[in-house]
């Protein structure tokens, strides 16, 4: 929805002015059945100098298991083997960490419950600041091992926040933890990771929206687009090294292809109409995106050269923000609702559709995690917009900071 309205009015300018505040809190609103137990015992510590560290990576790694919304994570009773009410679990993982020369050296250890033997061994060795990324690996690695599914415990999500006259870019950690300021006094929208590192956003710092990347490798940031009218961009395609941008570079926007240098590889789209919003199918074959060609906005699907258009909502009249899942099966949206925004999913093939929530919240700027199983939104609270993280499968809801127009990382290569 954001890039539709600015694509339709071409003004984002915020003056209301807010608190910086940078608190960040965490909920859980719901949670769904058939999760796994899995027993977390603490990490054992070798040395009194390495306690801090196995508690704190033992703590996280239980938040992270929670996370998932697939397991449950539990713990013995005190001094036992064995729970107190005769319940069972599927797995237990455990550990040593040992210090030397001021490297810590972590050996966990996942175990079949019933029979004790080990199902897998990981060894890490790390400086004190990466204990928390240890953690977030670690429950991955288990994740996979358990139940065969991808995590996204060591991946980031992009967002903007309004700070008085200015919105700016930051970025935190799947779980909210570990802010970061990205721009500083500026007005920012749509930020769009390229790659696990790399990252777009438009700017109007020079007092047009520009497209800027920030490269942290290099340590640089670069004007890819600074054509006279919108340069937002949409979707990152790598096999191609191709990034789906919304164009206005004769007053009305249209969606091109270009790459992260700037280069313009092709126009996709040439109509009287708005067309915005792209994102890519997983293939790479197929761009969903808006376009307001029957009035009012809906969701399109063409192929990768601008052809064979077909309209895939019928319901409702104000229908943006699409986002295609990474397994491909499922588009994301929003649909304007009397004045609430509905979280949406539908099929490419548009015969099957769902809301995913008949809450009275609005849900604006959907993204999806590289495991296809977790969206991002945009929602407000008491009038504030937050980063929420929704779990499709089980309807749970974990807000994670103030903000707006959020980005998922994908998976490191």
């Known amino acids: ?14 003056p209301t002015v807010a608190a910086s505040q940078t608190d960040i809190h965490l909920s859980t609103e719901k949670s769904g059945g058939g999760t796994i137990p899995i027993v977390i015992r603490d990490f054992e ?39 107190s009410d005769m319940r069972t679990a599927s797995a237990i993982i455990e550990g040593t960490l040992a210090v030397d020369s001021g490297k810590y050296s972590l050996e966990a250890r996942l175990l079949d419950y019933s029979s004790r033997e080990v199902i897998f061994t990981k060894r890490y060795t790390f400086a004190s600041e990466a204990r928390r990324s240890i953690a977030h690996h670690l429950c991955d690695e288990i994740l996979f091992f358990l139940a065969g599914e991808t995590g996204v415990a060591t991946t980031r999500i992009l967002f903007t926040r309004r700070e008085g006259d200015f919105k700016n870019l930051h970025v935190i950690d799947y779980d909210g933890y570990g802010e970061r300021p990205v721009t500083s006094d500026e007005l920012v929208v749509s930020p769009e990771w390229v790659d696990h590192e790399r990252f777009c956003f438009t700017s109007y ?3 047009n929206p520009d497209c800027y990347l920030i490269d942290p490798a290099r340590n640089t940031r670069t004007n890819i687009s600074h054509r006279k009218g919108i340069n937002i961009a949409g979707s990152y395609f790598p096999a191609r090294d191709e990034l789906a941008m919304t164009l206005s570079l004769k007053g009305n926007s249209e969606i091109y292809l270009i790459r992260p240098s700037g280069e313009i590889v092709s126009r996709l789209t040439t109509n009287r109409a708005i067309d915005c919003s792209p994102s890519w199918s997983p293939n790479g074959r197929e761009i969903v995106f808006v376009s307001d060609r029957t009035r009012n906005p809906q969701i399109y699907v063409m192929d990768r050269y601008g052809g064979n258009v077909r309209r895939l909502t019928r319901d409702g009249n104000y229908n943006t923000s699409p986002a295609w899942s990474p397994a ?22 548009g015969l099957w559709e769902e809301t995913v929530f008949e809450d009275m919240l609005s849900y604006e700027d959907p993204c999806w995690a590289p495991d296809g199983k977790h969206l991002a939104a945009s929602v407000k609270f008491a009038g504030e917009p937050w980063i929420v993280v929704i779990d499709i499968e089980s309807g749970s809801k974990r807000r994670l900071a103030r903000g707006e127009s959020p980005s998922w990382s994908p998976l490191a290569r």
Request: proline content about 4%; aromatic content about 12%.
């Open 1 to 14: 929805m954001r890039v539709f309205i600015a694509a339709a009015a071409l003004v984002l300018l915020f």
């Open 45 to 83: 510590a070798q040395t009194p100098a390495g306690a801090g560290v196995a508690a704190y990576i033992s703590k996280v790694l239980e938040k992270d298991l929670l996370f998932t919304d697939i397991f449950e994570p539990m713990r013995f009773v005190a001094g036992a083997d064995t729970f």
């Open 205 to 207: 710092r020079r007092d």
């Open 328 to 349: 491909g099966d499922l588009i994301a949206y929003v649909s304007r609702e009397s004045w609430l925004y509905r979280l949406r999913v539908i099929s490419p093939d």
